[in-house]
C-alpha cells in the first residue's frame, strides 16, 4: 500500500467495455480505481456509475496517442502522494478491416503500433516509480488471442491479416518479458493476459466481458512471489 487508504490502480480506456469491467473488478475488491480517460465526460459518468456501487473511482484524463497526455497523467499520479499498486494497460485498437502487408494501409499500422505497443511502453516507464515503491506493484498487459507468439512460434497469427494489431501484440508480449528482467529485483510483477472480447463488436456482451475481465484481475492481485512474465 502506497500511502493511502487503499490500493490504487489506473486502467487504461477504464471508461467502458472490458476496461470499465477490470476497474469494477477491482474496485470491488478494495482498489481505488483511476479510469485512464480520453473522452474526460465519458470518464466522468463513468466514475459516478461505480461510486454508486460503493467503489472509490476517478477519471484521469489520458490520450494514448498524445505523449503529453501520458506525461501529465504520470504527474499527477506521481506528485498527488497516493501513490500507484497497479498498472492495467489494456487498450487497443484494430484495423478497420482485414488487410495483408500488401495493401498500403502503413499510417494505420503506425495508429495501431503507437496504441497497440508505444503507449503501454512509455506509460509503463512513467509510472514505474510509484509502482516500484509499492510492495503489491504490479503491470497487467492485456494482450491479444490473435498473436501467436507466446505459444507456438506465430503459427496461429500467418493468415489472420491483421498483420497490424498482431504485430503489436507481439511487441507487447516482448514487452511484458524485457520489464520482467528489468524489474526482477523488485516486488514489481508483470504479466500478460489475453481477454478474447477486448474488441468493439462486443461491448454489449455483459457476460462474457465479465468473464473475460476475470483474467486481467487475477493478475493484478497476484501475492507476492507470484508469476512472473507470463502470458495467461
Same mark, same amino acid.
Do not use: K, W
Given at each position: 500500500m502506497n500511502g493511502s487508504a487503499?490500493?490504487?490502480? !489506473?486502467?487504461?480506456?477504464?471508461?467502458?467495455?472490458?476496461?470499465?469491467?477490470?476497474? !469494477?473488478?477491482?474496485?470491488?475488491?478494495?482498489? =481505488?480505481?483511476?479510469?485512464? =480517460?480520453?473522452?474526460? =465526460?465519458?470518464?466522468?459518468?463513468?466514475?459516478?456509475?461505480?461510486?454508486?456501487?460503493?467503489?472509490?473511482?476517478?477519471?484521469?484524463?489520458?490520450?494514448? =496517442?498524445?505523449?503529453?497526455?501520458?506525461?501529465?497523467?504520470?504527474?499527477?499520479?506521481?506528485?498527488?502522494?497516493?501513490?500507484?499498486?497497479?498498472?492495467v494497460n489494456q487498450a487497443a485498437?484494430?484495423?478497420p478491416r482485414a488487410m495483408t502487408?500488401?495493401?498500403?494501409?502503413?499510417?494505420?499500422?503506425?495508429?495501431?503500433?503507437?496504441?497497440?505497443?508505444?503507449?503501454?511502453?512509455?506509460?509503463?516507464?512513467?509510472?514505474?516509480?510509484?509502482?516500484?515503491?509499492?510492495?503489491?506493484?504490479?503491470?497487467?498487459?492485456?494482450?491479444?488471442?490473435?498473436?501467436?507468439?507466446?505459444?507456438?512460434?506465430?503459427?496461429?497469427?500467418?493468415?489472420?491479416?491483421?498483420?497490424?494489431?498482431?504485430?503489436?501484440?507481439?511487441?507487447?508480449?516482448?514487452?511484458?518479458?524485457?520489464?520482467?528482467?528489468?524489474?526482477?529485483?523488485?516486488?514489481?510483477?508483470?504479466?500478460?493476459?489475453?481477454?478474447?472480447?477486448?474488441?468493439?463488436?462486443?461491448?454489449?456482451?455483459?457476460?462474457?466481458?465479465?468473464?473475460?475481465?476475470?483474467?486481467?484481475?487475477?493478475?493484478?492481485?497476484?501475492?507476492?512471489?507470484?508469476?512472473?512474465?507470463?502470458?495467461?
Amino acid at each position: 500500500m502506497n500511502g493511502s487508504a487503499a490500493r490504487r490502480a !489506473l486502467i487504461t480506456a477504464g471508461t467502458r467495455g472490458l476496461g470499465f469491467h477490470i476497474a !469494477l473488478g477491482l474496485g470491488q475488491a478494495g482498489f =481505488s480505481v483511476l479510469l485512464g =480517460s480520453r473522452d474526460l =465526460s465519458r470518464g466522468i459518468a463513468a466514475a459516478a456509475e461505480l461510486r454508486d456501487l460503493g467503489i472509490e473511482a476517478n477519471p484521469l484524463p489520458l490520450d494514448l =496517442s498524445v505523449p503529453a497526455s501520458m506525461r501529465a497523467a504520470a504527474t499527477r499520479i506521481l506528485d498527488d502522494g497516493l501513490g500507484l499498486d497497479v498498472l492495467v494497460n489494456q487498450a487497443a485498437i484494430g484495423a478497420p478491416r482485414a488487410m495483408t502487408p500488401m495493401d498500403d494501409y502503413d499510417a494505420t499500422v503506425r495508429a495501431i503500433m503507437e496504441t497497440n505497443f508505444f503507449a503501454p511502453l512509455l506509460l509503463s516507464r512513467l509510472v514505474l516509480p510509484a509502482l516500484r515503491a509499492s510492495a503489491t506493484g504490479r503491470i497487467v498487459n492485456v494482450s491479444g488471442h490473435l498473436d501467436g507468439t507466446a505459444r507456438n512460434g506465430g503459427a496461429a497469427t500467418a493468415g489472420a491479416r491483421r498483420l497490424g494489431y498482431a504485430s503489436a501484440t507481439a511487441a507487447l508480449n516482448m514487452l511484458t518479458l524485457e520489464l520482467t528482467h528489468e524489474l526482477a529485483a523488485t516486488p514489481v510483477l508483470v504479466n500478460a493476459v489475453s481477454c478474447a472480447l477486448n474488441d468493439e463488436a462486443h461491448l454489449n456482451l455483459e457476460e462474457p466481458l465479465l468473464r473475460s475481465a476475470q483474467g486481467a484481475i487475477r493478475l493484478a492481485l497476484l501475492r507476492p512471489g507470484g508469476p512472473r512474465g507470463s502470458f495467461f
